[in-house]
């Protein structure tokens, strides 16, 4: 009788036991799908990392070159400006010579007539 109590008593301890176990399990399985889940973000993570890292990296280089184009036409166009400003100076110089030589000829021709 008391060898059947014993052995009663001792089979619910190890029931109670492998439901703890068992329990245990379950969590154990339910981590591994979050460590899992959560090793799968970390890696699409690095990715998007990686990726947003070369677009970065392109857009500087491509913001450099346009940088570098946008200097050349600025020095072009500030060259261009000085050749016509250089151009407007002859422009006028010649206007005033050709005001000259008009108002010369004007002269001239009146002397011409005052002369006949």
Known sequence: NNHAQTVLERDGMLAAKEATLNTIR???ATKRQAHTKVCNEVSQLH???DTTRAQRESLEKDCAQKSEELLGREK?????????EV???DHVDLGLKLKSAQTSL???TAEVHSLQ
Request: proline letters at 0%; a negative charge; hydrophobic letters at 50%.
């Open 87 to 89: 151009l407007y100076e």
């Open 47 to 49: 990715t998007l990392l």
């Open 76 to 84: 072009m166009l500030a060259e261009k400006v000085l050749e016509l």
């Open 106 to 108: 004007h002269e001239k």
């Open 26 to 28: 379950e969590e154990m």
